[in-house]
């Protein structure tokens, strides 16, 4: 998206001003923090791990009777992360559509899921163990290798340079992004698209991580845009993390604009609404919508006019202005599209999948806007910090530990360095990204239906 933004167009009536001003709000906000989730209450805070199932010694409390809804108020609309554990060996219906994710554990199952030739884009990081700047992920270095040949490394038990995280995602017929890479659909028979778990949320990616450390790698400091459901197949996870209240502490690459109040980071040349939606394309969806409601307003109108109903006549004229007015929504989000988003084919990158091309929408890049200058390696550092990073010192530290069977659930823009242990057979993990719900309710989590309509137009659900 460009980063020069235009003022929308003059509003045509009441309900069209508030759509107009609820948007650009995002952009002309007095204050630039505007997040109102949970927050951690002291440095070095742990999270909370509670047991589903017939109850762990280490874990900070048991609850088998959690409901989708329960989590979605306790958990999702708080804006509050929590570990769940016992995922592989409780009984309970919330987690059984994501029992198959055992059998991941296994690396040659997985190998035999995948075509042979499958391609995927590897993140390497630098052998210079005495450099500790060159020692982590996350700095967008990748080298393509086929998925048997890095399955291979990682079973040797004696890789530890390369990690499998999120692969390049290509567009459907009708040009928006898809759910998952390549290799993901070959994987898709052993997981839902939607988890139980989640209930009405929106899944935006699904992703597979997989490396091999037995000392610990770190992911480098970062957040994501999108709420994370986290599940550890295999190996130990070490989560750092600091809520999107700190935003302004963490020296992020990419210059703040915004935080939304439920968390959702926007950065200069990417604003986007609460829910995560390009402010433009929110704004022709709306139009769309308005359109379509004109059109079925119309049709009754006439259907009244013919039957000879009173008052038809006045309802004919309401609908033809209706009509008009969203017609003229429609063209002036068209046109401020046409003025932002010209660009040749020649910017644009495809890839062969099988036996069709593709285009990639969703591409890796190198030093992305959403990661922390502040190196792992100074975290703990008091005095290089005070150096280099002094603000860094006003955030509070929260920490958990996700095992191997457990699920860690994120909102959107929670700041989190990962650290990765695996033994002799690696570590591996797969995890769901969702649209960041805005909404004030379990049946409604968005504000707007933008995204449960765009699911429901690709998926039909």
């Given at each position: 998206?460009?980063?020069?933004?235009?003022?929308?167009?003059?509003?045509?009536?009441?309900?069209?001003?508030?759509?107009?001003?609820?948007?650009?709000?995002?952009?002309?906000?007095p204050s630039i923090n505007q997040y109102d989730g949970w927050k951690v209450p002291n440095n070095n805070y742990t999270i909370p791990t509670i047991s589903i199932g017939d109850g762990a010694a280490d874990a900070t409390s048991q609850n088998n009777t959690i409901t989708p809804e329960s989590f979605y108020n306790e958990y999702i609309r708080q804006r509050k992360p929590v570990v769940l554990r016992d995922m592989t060996t409780s009984s309970s219906p919330l987690l059984s559509d994501l029992s198959n994710l055992t059998k991941w554990k296994d690396i040659n199952y997985l190998k035999s899921q995948v075509n042979p030739k499958q391609t995927v884009m590897v993140e390497q990081r630098s052998s210079c163990s005495n450099n500790p700047t060159k020692s982590t992920f996350g700095n967008g270095y990748e080298i393509p290798m086929t998925f048997p040949q890095f399955a291979s490394?990682?079973?040797?038990?004696?890789?530890?340079?390369?990690?499998?995280?999120?692969?390049?995602?290509h567009s459907n017929s009708?040009?928006?992004?898809?759910?998952?890479?390549?290799?993901?659909?070959?994987?898709?028979?052993?997981?839902?698209?939607?988890?139980?778990?989640?209930?009405?949320?929106?899944?935006?990616?699904?992703?597979?991580?997989?490396?091999?450390?037995?000392?610990?790698?770190?992911?480098?400091?970062?957040?994501?845009?999108?709420?994370?459901?986290?599940?550890?197949?295999?190996?130990?996870?070490?989560?750092?993390?600091?809520?999107?209240?700190?935003?302004?502490?963490?020296?992020?690459?990419?210059?703040l604009v915004k935080v939304h109040p439920n968390g959702r980071i926007n950065y200069?040349?990417?604003?986007?609404?609460?829910?995560?939606?390009?402010?433009?394309?929110?704004?022709?969806?709306?139009?769309?919508?308005?359109?379509?409601d004109a059109e079925k307003l119309l049709e009754?109108?006439?259907?009244?006019?013919?039957?000879?109903?009173?008052?038809?006549?006045?309802?004919?004229?309401?609908?033809?202005?209706?009509?008009?007015?969203?017609?003229?929504?429609?063209?002036?989000?068209?046109?401020?599209d046409d003025d932002d988003n010209v660009r040749d084919d020649d910017d644009k990158v495809y890839e062969t999948f099988g036996d069709e091309r593709k285009r990639v929408v969703d591409k890796t890049v190198k030093d992305p806007n959403n990661f922390s200058k502040v190196k792992p390696h100074m975290l703990d550092d008091t005095d290089m910090l005070k150096e280099s990073f002094p603000d860094f010192l006003n955030a509070t530290a929260a920490y958990c530990t996700v095992q191997e069977g457990d699920i860690l659930y994120l909102p959107a823009s929670w700041f989190h360095e990962v650290t990765s242990y695996g033994g002799q057979n690696g570590h591996l993990a797969m995890n769901y990204w969702f649209h960041p719900p805005d909404g004030d309710s379990f049946e409604h989590p968005y504000s707007t239906d933008f995204w449960p309509n765009d699911y429901k137009d690709r998926f039909g659900k």
């Amino acid at each position: 998206m460009s980063s020069k933004k235009r003022p929308l167009p003059e509003p045509k009536d009441k309900d069209t001003h508030e759509v107009c001003k609820k948007i650009n709000s995002t952009t002309s906000s007095p204050s630039i923090n505007q997040y109102d989730g949970w927050k951690v209450p002291n440095n070095n805070y742990t999270i909370p791990t509670i047991s589903i199932g017939d109850g762990a010694a280490d874990a900070t409390s048991q609850n088998n009777t959690i409901t989708p809804e329960s989590f979605y108020n306790e958990y999702i609309r708080q804006r509050k992360p929590v570990v769940l554990r016992d995922m592989t060996t409780s009984s309970s219906p919330l987690l059984s559509d994501l029992s198959n994710l055992t059998k991941w554990k296994d690396i040659n199952y997985l190998k035999s899921q995948v075509n042979p030739k499958q391609t995927v884009m590897v993140e390497q990081r630098s052998s210079c163990s005495n450099n500790p700047t060159k020692s982590t992920f996350g700095n967008g270095y990748e080298i393509p290798m086929t998925f048997p040949q890095f399955a291979s490394l990682i079973a040797s038990g004696n890789d530890d340079r390369h990690y499998l995280t999120t692969q390049d995602v290509h567009s459907n017929s009708d040009g928006r992004p898809d759910l998952m890479s390549p290799l993901m659909k070959y994987l898709q028979h052993d997981f839902p698209l939607q988890p139980r778990i989640m209930g009405n949320l929106i899944p935006q990616n699904i992703n597979l991580w997989m490396g091999n450390s037995r000392e610990g790698l770190s992911s480098g400091l970062h957040h994501d845009y999108h709420d994370n459901l986290y599940i550890v197949v295999k190996g130990t996870k070490r989560f750092r993390l600091y809520s999107p209240h700190d935003t302004e502490w963490m020296y992020t690459r990419g210059k703040l604009v915004k935080v939304h109040p439920n968390g959702r980071i926007n950065y200069q040349g990417e604003e986007t609404t609460a829910y995560g939606a390009d402010l433009k394309s929110d704004m022709a969806a709306r139009a769309a919508k308005r359109k379509e409601d004109a059109e079925k307003l119309l049709e009754e109108a006439e259907r009244a006019v013919e039957e000879g109903v009173e008052g038809a006549d006045q309802l004919l004229e309401k609908a033809e202005v209706e009509l008009e007015k969203a017609m003229d929504d429609i063209i002036d989000a068209e046109v401020d599209d046409d003025d932002d988003n010209v660009r040749d084919d020649d910017d644009k990158v495809y890839e062969t999948f099988g036996d069709e091309r593709k285009r990639v929408v969703d591409k890796t890049v190198k030093d992305p806007n959403n990661f922390s200058k502040v190196k792992p390696h100074m975290l703990d550092d008091t005095d290089m910090l005070k150096e280099s990073f002094p603000d860094f010192l006003n955030a509070t530290a929260a920490y958990c530990t996700v095992q191997e069977g457990d699920i860690l659930y994120l909102p959107a823009s929670w700041f989190h360095e990962v650290t990765s242990y695996g033994g002799q057979n690696g570590h591996l993990a797969m995890n769901y990204w969702f649209h960041p719900p805005d909404g004030d309710s379990f049946e409604h989590p968005y504000s707007t239906d933008f995204w449960p309509n765009d699911y429901k137009d690709r998926f039909g659900k």
